[in-house]
């Protein structure tokens, strides 16, 4: 796929496909760790729709991952010692759903933190913010400067929601007025990373003058 040269035309057939990835094991394509269980599938739904309420797309729950165009589940990625929170893996010809990884709370626990929302152990990062940012991956956004953008490499309290510029990125990757498939477009944008085809998310246990533990959301090659 060639990189976006001009902003991409998402017209009448806005809709992204998605489902939660179930567990199937003993199949060598199946890279995700873990299906997510009821109790935080909240959460993550909250980020989805707060994607499609600030941008007009339209996300639909599936059942059948073959037709999906992202699957999210659990990875394990043992944060503690190796820093990875999340990984946004981009569909090939093989296999074209893009596929979200979270930090399984197996490795790093997921606490309560009475909104119905989840925070990382040792951290001020909850599981909607971390879906937000990985969601903004698969619809074509890099890393931002403007430390107020869920799309800041830093995850923390300035960045907990979308800003204006996250909403201002998609539409403009997305411009509702023909009839083009959303399905081509998803791809589209993800060829603006060069990237070896992910990108991800890293916990640090350092602290900084504006973040204590941050949530770092970094390329991977």
């Not at 074209?96 to 790093?108: A, F, K, R, T």
């Not at 040792?122 to 890393?143: K, M, R, W």
């Not at 923390?156 to 979308?162: C, H, M």
């Amino acid at each position: 796929m060639t990189p976006l040269s001009e902003p991409v035309n998402a017209g009448g057939n806005a809709t992204i496909t998605w489902n939660f990835a179930q567990d199937n094991p003993g199949s060598v394509n199946d890279l995700y760790a873990g299906s997510i269980q009821d109790q935080y599938q909240d959460a993550i739904e909250t980020a989805i729709n707060e994607w499609s309420q600030a941008t007009g797309l339209t996300f639909k729950e599936v059942s059948d991952m073959s037709s999906s165009d992202i699957r999210i589940a659990w990875g394990n990625f043992n944060t503690a010692y190796t820093g990875v929170a999340g990984l946004t893996f981009y569909g090939d010809s093989s296999n074209p759903s893009d596929l979200i990884e979270l930090e399984n709370p197996l490795q790093d626990a997921l606490v309560s933190n009475g909104t119905n929302d989840y925070d990382y152990a040792g951290t001020s990062v909850d599981l909607t913010q971390l879906a937000l940012h990985e969601i903004g991956h698969t619809l074509g956004l890099a890393e931002s400067s403007n430390q107020d953008s869920i799309m800041f490499p830093e995850l923390g309290e300035n960045n907990r929601s979308l800003d204006s510029q996250d909403v201002a990125e998609v539409k403009g990757l997305y411009h509702l007025s023909s009839g083009t498939s959303v399905t081509a477009l998803l791809k589209q944008a993800a060829a603006t990373f060069d990237v070896g085809g992910a990108t991800g998310s890293i916990v640090t246990t350092s602290h900084s003058d504006a973040f204590e533990n941050p949530l770092l959301a970094v390329h991977a090659a």
